[in-house]
């Protein structure tokens, strides 16, 4: 599950008119999928962690993004992996976006759900973003 998986009717990459970004190395440092306006229609995150963990959303490029400071729009709970299975978590829109964010869109993940955490977690965590 390194490149290309198939979701629903939306297939990760190679979809006209939509971009693809990926990091194996997500953490509470904020990632910049996008520095301007665009909107997210598929998410895919993945983690080893034996808790859950946070991946908060952010409407903003990255030079604004304070993790533990700045609001995220949306946190999204990943459920903690097992022994066998990794903690997953796959969103997949319509023909509509899942969220669409005016000032950038950039992703961070922490150990509570909570606007002001800031802590990463033991492990990184995968994340896959398609969005136009």
């Known amino acids: 599950m390194d490149t ?75 459920p903690e992996a097992s022994a066998t299975t990794p903690g997953q978590l796959i969103i997949t829109a319509g023909p509509y976006p899942l969220y669409y964010c005016k000032s950038g869109i950039c992703l961070a993940v922490v150990t509570t759900d909570s606007d002001t955490g800031s802590t990463s977690p033991a492990s990184d965590t995968y994340a896959a973003v398609q969005y136009a």
């Open 4 to 78: 290309i998986s198939f979701v629903g009717w939306l297939p990760m990459a190679g979809n006209p008119g939509l971009s693809y970004k990926r990091t194996r190395n997500l953490s509470s440092v904020a990632w910049q999928v996008k520095a301007t306006e665009g909107s997210i229609f598929q998410i895919t995150l993945r983690h080893p962690n034996t808790t859950p963990v946070y991946v908060n959303i952010y409407d903003l490029p990255l030079t604004s993004v304070t993790v533990g400071t700045t609001v995220p729009i949306e946190t999204l709970m990943v």
